[in-house]
Every structure is written in C-alpha cells, then in structure tokens.
C-alpha cells in the first residue's frame, strides 16, 4: 500500500466525466486537494475531443450521460487508447452494465454515492498498474530507450545513471540475469558524449577463450592457424564509443591481464602484431557473479576490478519493484500484438494483478517470455486470467515454431563456425563433419557468405548477419 500512496497526486492528469455539475466541481476540489491535476467535462462526446487534445493518465466516467452513455466512452477509449484505464462512476440501475465493462477491461467501477476515499485508492491502484504515460515529460527521455519503469528504485537508479553518464569512468552493472544490465548499459552510452560512436556488446561467457581474445584484440594474417588475414577486434571497432562487456567475471584470467593492460595503456595490440595502436573506448561492463568471491579465490585480478569498477550501478531483481510490472507487461504486450498481428487490447484486471504478484526469478526476460507466451495463444482481445495462469506455469520459453528454432540453431552454428575458422570453408566443414559441397549448400540457404567472416570487414559484417538471425 505505501507505493500506492508514494503514487497519489504527483501532478498526474485525471479526466472527469459526469453531467451533474455539483458532483463534477467537488470531485474536481477534492481530487487537486490530493495532487492530481483534473479536466472535468459534462458528456461523452466533450470526453472524446478532450482526449484527442491530451492523453491523461486515467478517465473517471459517469455511466449515465446524456446523448451518448458511459460504455460508449468506454468502448471508445478501448478501441483507440487500449492503454488508458477507465474507473466508471454507477447508479443502482447501471451495474450489470458496469460488471460488464469490467471484464471487458474497465480497470473498476464504484456504486454512487461512494465514498471518496475509496475513490482516491482505486485512482493510485489504477495509476500503479497503467502502462506508463506517454505524455510531454518524457520528451527529454529518448537517451534510456526502451528502459520501463515506474517503481521508486528504478528511477533513483536511472538518474543516477543518466548523471555517471556524463563522465567518462567505467561503470560495473551487477543485477541478476535478465534484469536489464544490457539495456542499461545502452541507455549510459546514448546519455554520453560518445552516443554518435558505436556501442559494442560482447557476452565473454559466451565465447570460447582463443575466440575472445581475438574478437577483443584483433589479429594479424598468420597470427594463428586459420587467421588468413588481418583482423580488427571489438576495442579497435569501439574507438570514440562503448565497449560493453558483460558477464565479465567469466573472462579468463589472461585475458584480464591484457584488457588492464589497455585501460592503462590506452593502445591496443592485435594477437601476432607488436605496433600499439591508440584506443579511446569507454568500458561498462556488468557481472550477475560475485567479483568479491571471485577476487578471493583467485579468479578476478584485483587491480582490474578497480579499474572497471569506478563506480558501481545495481538493478534490483524485478520482484523488487513490483510497481514495474504491469506496465511493463502491458508496452510488451502491445508490442507482441503488432508482431504477432493480433488484435489484443489487454490483460483482464485479474489477469494483470496475476503477472503482478508472480514470482519472478527470471526477472524481466521472464516476464516478457510469459507475455509473448500468452499473446501468441490469445483467442480474445482481452487476455483472461486462465490464460496468464498456463503461461506461469512454462515462464522460460520463448514461442518459436519448431521450423524457426531449428533454423535459428542451424544458422547460428554456421555462423560460430566460420568465425572460429576466419571464413575458411574447408576447416568450417571439416569441424562439421560434413563435405564441402554439403556445407556450401548449407551456407546458401542460410544466406551466409564465408568471405564476410575473413579480414578487416568481418566484425561490421558479423553484426549484421547476427541482427538478420
Ligand atoms: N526496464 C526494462 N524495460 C523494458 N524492457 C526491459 C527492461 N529491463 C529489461 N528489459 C528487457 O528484458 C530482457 C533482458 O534484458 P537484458 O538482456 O538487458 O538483461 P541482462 O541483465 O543483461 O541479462 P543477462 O544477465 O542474462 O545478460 C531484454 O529483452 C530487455 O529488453
């Protein structure tokens, strides 16, 4: 309840609906006595041309109006802002249909005369759970992308973030898995002075030792077997802008030793070349590990973790800001509708209050599987609780036809292949255990050249066939 609370008022924009004047001024008094900034207007179709004009963050509706009623309004406002929600206002005479705009997505409804307390709570309910306004005071957002949030802790993290930003230190992003170290990293890169450069991801998890170290570094023609040509590594590519290195406590300590060495030294050696070229790369990098244990134990170099860790940045695990959620689940939602092409207006008030109240140890990755879980088996605009529930239940897949997921893994393995043999077709189908001619053909229904995997190109080249997969 206490955020609830921390949410009353703020400025946030009301629209009030009703034809009785005296109940329209004092509603009006009593909502501004509690923060809130109210446009009354006396029927639907004013309610109507008023949204056109600016979107608040809620509409309270009388059902009865003259001329058009209170569910026209409402099933206007479904059908062309699905996001904002409606609290409607009813008589004895107009429950059932109130009921009914319920379970069609209207957030509540009160039995007038109610009490204004109970009002004022529904209000910050609502507010909590909406999708985030997308009014004038976020204008000055675009550096942080698509970085949702509205729970306390993430935007004292963000300002602080968006403040560090401005400097050049490096910055250590810790949070679990998939609570949007990545994003965030992005998002200090776009508030810099380096956001026209390039921004760099490399997962050092993911990536075999002798293969990291040359994407990071580089090498020269002959430096090792299959490296049959020169090759730029990511540091050099990030030159003026971000290298963002995540799962950093997976890098090998060798490695470490050479990546300090390049914070020192600000010059960067490719593998089998003594010149030292100049560098200016800004490094981020994030860990879900713990360096302290790591340091203890002998596999995190001490002098290297200062270095990264000029200043240190924690999201919190999403079950920590629970206020995020539903609007968070309500953008995805509509995102995955459009790609999906279904015509899904929302979650049902129980099924949302369902997704806010889950456990969510995968955090926001998580809760994004589970939307597009429920989105790719809608069958109705409104997404029931039931469907919510059989989503819950299989948090962790991603919804891909067998077809798909087969391409992806194929196509994906084509690509690690030619990049561990520097584009040489006859090592990459050797390694597969498949004869030339074979591979050849696998490679054009993949669509893959193996001559973008050799010499300088390759690294842009690489980025690109990995963002078409
Ligand atoms: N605040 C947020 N708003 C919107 N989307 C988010 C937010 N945080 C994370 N996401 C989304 O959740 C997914 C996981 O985020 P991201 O990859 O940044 O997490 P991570 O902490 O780097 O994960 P890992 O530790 O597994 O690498 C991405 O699809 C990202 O777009």
Same mark, same amino acid.
């Given at each position: 309840?206490?955020?609830?609370? $921390?949410?009353?008022?703020?400025?946030?924009?009301?629209?009030?609906?009703?034809?009785?004047?005296?109940?329209?001024?004092?509603?009006?008094?009593?909502?501004?006595?509690?923060?809130?900034?109210?446009?009354?207007?006396?029927?639907?179709? /004013?309610?109507?041309?008023?949204?056109?004009?600016?979107?608040?963050?809620?509409?309270?509706?009388?059902?009865?109006?003259?001329? =058009?009623?209170?569910? *026209?309004?409402? &099933?206007?406002?479904?059908?062309?802002?699905?996001?904002?929600?409606?609290?409607?206002?009813?008589?004895?005479?107009?429950?059932?249909?109130?009921?009914?705009?319920?379970?069609?997505?209207?957030?509540?409804?009160?039995?007038?005369?109610?009490?204004?307390?109970?009002?004022?709570?529904?209000? $910050?309910?609502?507010?909590?759970? @909406?999708?985030?306004?997308?009014?004038?005071? &976020?204008?000055?957002? /675009? *550096?942080?992308?698509?970085?949702?949030?509205? %729970?306390?802790?993430?935007?004292?993290?963000?300002?602080?973030?968006?403040?560090?930003?401005? %400097?050049?230190?490096?910055?250590?992003?810790?949070?679990?898995?998939?609570?949007?170290?990545?994003?965030?990293?992005?998002?200090?890169?776009? $508030?810099?002075?380096?956001?026209?450069?390039?921004?760099?991801?490399?997962?050092?998890?993911?990536?075999?030792?002798?293969?990291?170290? %040359?994407?990071?570094?580089?090498?020269?023609?002959?430096?090792?077997?299959?490296?049959?040509?020169?090759?730029?590594?990511?540091?050099?590519?990030?030159?003026?802008?971000?290298?963002?290195?995540?799962?950093?406590?997976?890098?090998?300590?060798?490695?470490?030793?050479?990546?300090?060495?390049?914070?020192?030294?600000?010059?960067?050696?490719?593998?089998?070349?003594?010149?030292?070229?100049?560098?200016?790369?800004?490094?981020?990098?994030?860990?879900?590990?713990?360096?302290?244990?790591?340091?203890?134990?002998?596999?995190?170099?001490?002098?290297?973790?200062? =270095?990264?860790?000029?200043?240190?940045?924690?999201?919190?695990?999403?079950?920590?800001?629970?206020?995020?959620?539903?609007?968070?689940?309500?953008?995805?939602? &509509?995102?995955?509708?459009?790609?999906?092409?279904?015509?899904?207006?929302?979650?049902?008030?129980?099924?949302?209050? !369902?997704?806010?109240?889950?456990? *969510?140890?995968?955090?926001?990755?998580?809760?994004?599987?589970?939307?597009?879980?429920?989105? !790719?088996? @809608?069958? !109705?605009?409104?997404?029931?609780? %039931?469907?919510?529930?059989?989503?819950? =239940?299989?948090?962790?897949?991603?919804?891909?036809?067998?077809?798909?997921? =087969?391409?992806?893994?194929?196509?994906?393995?084509?690509?690690?292949?030619?990049?561990?043999?520097?584009?040489?077709? /006859?090592?990459?189908?050797?390694?597969?255990?498949?004869?030339?001619?074979?591979?050849?053909?696998?490679?054009?229904?993949?669509?893959?050249?193996?001559?973008?995997?050799?010499?300088?190109?390759?690294?842009?080249?690489?980025?690109?066939?990995?963002?078409? &997969?």
């Amino acid at each position: 309840m206490s955020d609830i609370k $921390a949410l009353q008022g703020q400025g946030a924009h009301l629209l009030l609906v009703d034809d009785d004047d005296d109940l329209l001024r004092l509603l009006s008094m009593r909502l501004s006595a509690n923060g809130y900034r109210v446009t009354a207007v006396g029927s639907a179709e /004013a309610a109507l041309a008023r949204l056109s004009i600016e979107l608040p963050r809620l509409v309270i509706s009388d059902i009865r109006l003259p001329e =058009r009623d209170g569910m *026209w309004l409402f &099933q206007e406002i479904r059908r062309t802002y699905p996001a904002l929600p409606v609290i409607l206002l009813t008589a004895h005479g107009t429950i059932p249909d109130a009921v009914e705009a319920t379970t069609l997505g209207a957030y509540a409804y009160l039995t007038k005369p109610f009490d204004a307390k109970l009002l004022l709570e529904r209000i $910050a309910q609502a507010l909590a759970l @909406a999708a985030p306004a997308a009014g004038p005071d &976020q204008r000055d957002e /675009a *550096w942080r992308g698509a970085i949702i949030s509205r %729970s306390q802790c993430m935007d004292e993290l963000l300002a602080e973030a968006r403040l560090v930003a401005a %400097s050049d230190a490096s910055i250590l992003i810790r949070g679990e898995s998939g609570t949007g170290k990545e994003l965030l990293a992005e998002a200090i890169h776009k $508030a810099s002075r380096r956001a026209a450069a390039p921004f760099i991801a490399v997962n050092c998890g993911a990536i075999p030792e002798a293969l990291l170290e %040359s994407e990071l570094f580089g090498h020269v023609k002959g430096a090792y077997t299959g490296a049959v040509a020169n090759r730029e590594g990511l540091l050099q590519a990030a030159d003026g802008g971000t290298l963002f290195l995540d799962e950093i406590g997976d890098m090998p300590l060798l490695l470490q030793v050479k990546l300090l060495r390049v914070l020192q030294e600000r010059v960067v050696r490719q593998l089998g070349s003594d010149v030292a070229r100049p560098v200016d790369v800004r490094i981020l990098s994030a860990t879900h590990r713990d360096l302290d244990t790591a340091m203890r134990e002998g596999q995190f170099r001490e002098d290297l973790y200062y =270095r990264l860790n000029v200043i240190t940045l924690t999201l919190p695990p999403l079950d920590q800001r629970r206020e995020d959620v539903a609007p968070m689940a309500n953008q995805f939602l &509509q995102a995955l509708a459009t790609k999906y092409g279904k015509t899904v207006r929302g979650f049902a008030p129980d099924a949302l209050e !369902a997704l806010t109240t889950s456990a *969510w140890p995968g955090n926001v990755r998580q809760l994004y599987n589970v939307v597009e879980h429920v989105c !790719a088996l @809608a069958t !109705a605009p409104l997404i029931p609780l %039931s469907l919510v529930q059989r989503a819950l =239940r299989v948090p962790s897949l991603e919804v891909l036809s067998y077809t798909e997921a =087969r391409r992806r893994f194929e196509r994906n393995y084509l690509v690690q292949l030619l990049k561990l043999t520097d584009g040489n077709v /006859a090592d990459a189908a050797r390694l597969a255990e498949r004869n030339r001619t074979e591979f050849y053909r696998l490679l054009q229904k993949h669509d893959l050249d193996a001559s973008q995997f050799r010499g300088d190109v390759a690294i842009e080249r690489q980025d690109e066939t990995l963002k078409n &997969q």
